[in-house]
């Protein structure tokens, strides 16, 4: 079993820069792949990035390609989300999820419970 817990959400402005971590407790974490998907209300939860278990291969949704960035410290049992020049548009609740690499929510495992990120114009 793997529990997981994000952080690192809040209110920024427009352009700015915001970093969610993820802590993972169980002992296979770097096993599994891993991935963030978001939710802004009355929306579905659509996929944010996703990265291979060594850190190595990493893939992202076309909305956040060249401004989000995946990464994972297998040491320290954490996922993390950079997520630089936010937009509007990135507000939403940000969830990380484990064991899958595909868009589809319903391939991961283990979900956390969201962390709020709001950007204002």
């Known amino acids: 079993q793997v529990q997981l817990l994000e952080s690192g959400g809040g209110l920024v402005q427009a352009g700015g820069s915001l970093t969610l971590s993820c802590a993972a407790t169980?002992?296979?974490?770097?096993?599994?792949?891993m991935g963030w998907f978001r939710q802004a209300p009355g929306k579905e939860r659509e996929f944010v990035a996703a990265i291979i278990w060594s850190g190595d291969m990493t893939r992202y949704a076309d909305s956040v390609k060249g401004r989000f960035t995946i990464s994972r410290d297998n040491a320290k049992n954490t996922l993390y989300l950079q997520m630089n020049t936010l937009k509007p548009e990135d507000t939403a609740v940000y969830y990380c999820?484990?064991?899958?690499?595909?868009?589809?929510?319903?391939?991961?495992?283990?979900w956390g419970q969201g962390t709020q990120v709001t950007v204002s114009s």
């Open positions: 999820a484990g064991r899958g690499y595909s868009n589809n929510p319903t391939d991961y495992a283990y």
């Open positions: 169980g002992r296979t974490f770097s096993n599994y792949a």
